[in-house]
Nanobody, 129 residues
């Protein structure tokens, strides 16, 4: 288990932007995937975006592909999710997660909750006027 610390959630109006941050300072390997899931009330947890290390493969869910972007920070195990043009349907608890590196690829078929090794505590994102 790796400790993950998230920040950046909050309340924003439709069309606004937020930037989520996640740090996993205890990651011991150079080979890992890190990214985000979200869970809206009454819905299953779904993969949003991930990035692998060291190769930098990126997956972003189709529903957010043109609005969200993931990037790595300079420190190992640091990742950001820039969310633009937010919609009410983006309202959810967003969870940072890590997994073995091979679970993050451009196809995204393996970025699933069952692939995850460690979870963050979650940060609430609410999009409302």
């Amino acid at each position: 288990q790796v400790q993950l610390v998230e920040s950046g959630g909050g309340l924003v109006q439709p069309g606004g932007s937020l930037r989520l941050s996640c740090a996993a300072p205890g990651l011991g390997s150079e080979y890992y995937a890190i990214g985000w899931f979200r869970q809206a009330p009454g819905k299953e947890r779904e993969g949003v975006s991930c990035i692998s290390s060291p190769r930098g493969d990126i997956y972003t869910a189709r529903a957010v592909k043109d609005r969200f972007s993931i990037s790595r920070g300079d420190a190992k195990g640091t990742v950001f999710l820039q969310m633009n043009s937010l919609k009410s349907e983006d309202t959810a608890v967003y969870y940072c997660a890590t997994a073995p590196y091979y679970y993050c690829s451009a196809r995204g078929s393996s970025w699933l909750p069952r692939s995850v090794g460690s979870w963050g505590q979650g940060t609430q994102v609410t999009v409302s006027s």
